[in-house]
């Protein structure tokens, strides 16, 4: 279960005009419990307009900085993002949870990773960058980098300083879709520039880990055409901004009501619900306080598992083919579809 923690901001960043990053204040105390993985996440939460808000974002600093400091970017209509980057300040308090996630770096000697990022898919994958640069001394990074403008690149100071201090182990490479920069590609991450760079600017080297993080288009091409290019599905990691909704499993979710039981914290409640509202839905407004973080089935906080009964869900990024057959779901994507079911959260 995800537990959360009441903290000060110590220091809050303008990265862009609509993006900002944010230091948190960690007591010693706790320090040990938000040790971390490059590439892990926490989750924010607050009241606005008097709701709850939760939502995840990516840790960027290292595990060895002893820093936890993430970036938001302002999204249209987004409530948490928009207030993030308009209000929120040095000495604000915020709840925030210990670091999870699977999007995990695992460094090792003489590797060569390859990263494709777009917009603030960038935040995990900085962490990556550097924590590779200052730990395994006898590894490579290459990075490619998609923006609209210079402008709107989190982290450009950044990178471009990490370039000229590693320029023998770090590659950078921008891309940007609105404007003309001298020397970088003009577009988007698509297969040809994926084919640009590991067919020919990189033929001669060999990749051992791709990690993938923006849009789902754009990961589900990159993707395939690293796999085109002899590297293995096993070692392409990804993190997603969203996901589509699978539309037969949609067609699975069916106007009726289900007997739902739910063990959580080692206690067991029953209630009615819905087939058409998803079991995370169903589970808060009856007052049980489940882990929940994204609501878009992109991150693993509510993962729970079928015990009895069975559920369809709607959207699914992280749990693997093993996961789902041993009874796994997302509880925000889940609905179920037989009249009694049961959902264990502790189990996980």
């Not at 007591?27 to 709850?52: C, D, R, V, W």
Request: glycine share 4%; hydrophobic share 35%.
């Amino acid at each position: 279960m995800a537990t959360f923690h009441k903290v000060n901001i110590q220091e809050i960043k303008h990265e862009t005009a609509n993006a900002v990053s944010v230091v948190f204040e960690i007591p010693e105390n706790l320090k040990s419990a938000f040790h971390f993985t490059a590439g892990q996440y926490i989750t924010l939460q607050t009241q606005i307009n008097g709701e709850e808000i939760r939502r995840a974002y990516s840790i960027c600093s290292t595990p060895n900085s002893g820093e936890i400091r993430v970036a938001i970017k302002a999204v249209e209509n987004g409530t948490f993002s928009v207030f993030a980057t308009t209000h929120l300040k040095a000495g604000d308090v915020l709840e925030i949870s210990e670091p999870e996630g699977r999007f995990l770096l695992n460094t090792a000697a003489n590797k060569n990773y390859i990263a494709f990022a777009a917009g603030s898919g960038i935040t995990p994958i900085l962490s990556m960058v550097k924590t590779v640069l200052e730990t395994a001394p006898t590894s490579n990074f290459t990075l490619v980098y998609g923006n609209k403008t210079v402008a709107d690149t989190i982290f450009y100071d950044e990178l471009n300083a990490l370039k000229e201090s590693f320029s023998n182990r770090f590659k950078l490479h921008y891309i940007f879709s609105r404007e003309e920069v001298k020397n970088q590609l003009r577009g988007r991450i698509d297969k040809s520039v994926t084919n640009y760079f590991v067919k020919n600017r990189y033929k001669e080297t060999s990749f051992d880990a791709a990690f993938l993080c923006g849009p789902e288009e754009m990961i589900h091409e990159v993707s395939k055409t690293l796999e085109n290019n002899n590297i293995s599905k096993e070692n392409i990691y990804f993190e997603l901004f969203t996901t589509s909704e699978d539309k037969e499993a949609l067609s699975e979710v069916k106007e009726g009501t289900t007997e739902i039981t739910v063990l959580l914290d080692d206690e067991e409640t029953t209630f009615t619900m819905q087939q058409t509202d998803d079991i995370l839905a169903a589970s808060l407004r009856n007052n049980l306080d489940a882990p929940y973080s994204c609501q878009g089935g992109v991150c693993s906080s509510c993962m729970c598992k079928v015990t009895e009964g069975k559920a369809v869900m709607v959207k699914n990024s992280i749990l693997t083919d093993g996961e789902i057959e041993e009874g796994f779901i997302l509880a925000c994507q889940a609905h179920p579809t037989t009249a009694k079911i049961t959902i264990d959260f502790d189990d996980v």
